[in-house]
């Protein structure tokens, strides 16, 4: 006789629901950290740019043309970047004892699939975000997050992940925010370049878009350590050794001579460190925090970053290094927190905290 199987009891239930919740709010905090961690590495990858041999190439005298100082050094910046954030990410990893684990996942379908994703966020996105930091300054870190997005629709598209009309109301409300922020750059003290500047934002939130999708389904089935040191490290390589060399073969420079002055710059390279550990951080936790709670809703915690940016840029370029420019207007901080407020509508219905909390008014008067 078959032994009939029993149901599961209210309280398993319950304790099930309430793991799911602990787990996807858990998700949504490392993916807000990672918009903290990236406005870092924005504010200290802008400050190693403007120091040392960097400031020369920037400056009048450099000899190169207009495209070589937009593209060229914008992503040389980035490889620097980049190469520093790899060798955080492998020295985390060996030290971790995870490192014979990064080369055996190198050759499976998920490590492949994050390659591809690395190819497209790291060297096209990254360069893109930083053409668009030099030519409009951090009003593109907001145009920038526009990435939850597009991130959303593309994990909706490849990966069916739900999103419904709360949450996409909830991502408005963060885009309204973001609107807010950029807005303050559209005064009198513009830049000349300010267009050309958004333009590039938006390609890079295109690239991060898809990459933040794809990626975060990728982390769902391997280690986010491991899924942020094969971006890394893919990202670091394809900048230095293919996009660095093309733009300098266009520009007719030779690029393996800047690439060795720019990394034995003792005054710059310091600071493109601590950009690079920043880097690390931000991706790793955006890897974890979207295969935790999904893609939109990751992305879409993650696009803090578009307050944290300006206000990272505000406190250690502005306030520390006393660089003009970076001084951050009210309503920079009135768009934060609107943008709290949507984070918050797209994790959670705000009517669960009233359900929940006639629940236990009931619990206690049974």
Request: proline share 4%; net charge neutral; charged share 10%.
């Amino acid at each position: 006789m078959a032994q009939a199987v029993s149901s599961p009891t209210p309280a398993a239930i319950a304790a099930r629901k309430r793991l799911k919740s602990d787990f996807l709010r858990t998700g949504v905090i490392t993916a807000v950290l990672s918009g903290m961690s990236y406005g870092n590495y924005t504010a200290f990858m802008t400050l190693a740019m403007g120091l040392g041999v960097w400031g020369v190439w920037y400056g009048p005298d450099s000899g190169l043309s207009s495209f070589g100082v937009m593209f060229l050094l914008s992503a040389l910046g980035a490889a620097v970047t980049d190469t520093c954030s790899a060798l955080w990410a492998l020295g985390i990893a060996l030290a971790k004892g995870k490192l014979g684990d990064f080369f055996r996942c190198l050759k499976t379908k998920p490590g492949c699939v994050m390659m591809g994703a690395a190819l497209i966020g790291g060297p096209i996105a990254s360069t893109c975000y930083v053409v668009g930091l030099q030519q409009a300054g951090s009003i593109i870190v907001p145009i920038s997050a526009l990435c939850p997005a597009i991130g959303a629709i593309l994990a909706r598209i490849l990966f069916k992940q739900r999103l419904t009309p709360r949450m996409m109301l909830g991502i408005a409300i963060c885009f309204l925010a973001s609107a807010l922020i950029g807005s303050v750059g559209l005064g009198e003290d513009a830049p000349q370049s300010l267009f050309l500047g958004i333009f590039f934002g938006f390609l890079a939130a295109l690239g991060w878009g898809l990459e933040g999708s794809v990626c975060g389904y990728g982390t769902a089935m391997i280690d986010s350590e491991i899924g942020i040191t094969i971006r890394q490290v893919t990202s670091s390589l394809s900048n230095l050794f293919i996009l660095v060399p093309i733009f300098a073969y266009i520009t007719g420079v030779n690029p393996f001579d800047m690439i060795g002055a720019a990394f034995v710059d003792t005054e710059a390279m310091p600071w493109f460190i601590v950009a690079g550990f920043a880097a690390y951080f931000a991706f790793q936790l955006w890897y974890k925090g979207n295969a935790m709670c999904g893609a939109a809703l990751g992305m879409s915690c993650n696009g803090m970053f578009s307050f944290w940016g300006p206000f990272f840029c505000w406190v250690i370029l502005g306030l520390i290094f006393k660089q003009d420019g970076w001084m951050l207007p009210g309503i920079a901080w009135i768009a934060a927190v609107v943008m709290v407020v949507g984070i918050f509508i797209i994790a959670m219905n705000p009517l669960d905290l009233f359900r929940k909390n006639d629940a236990e008014a009931h619990n206690e008067a049974a």
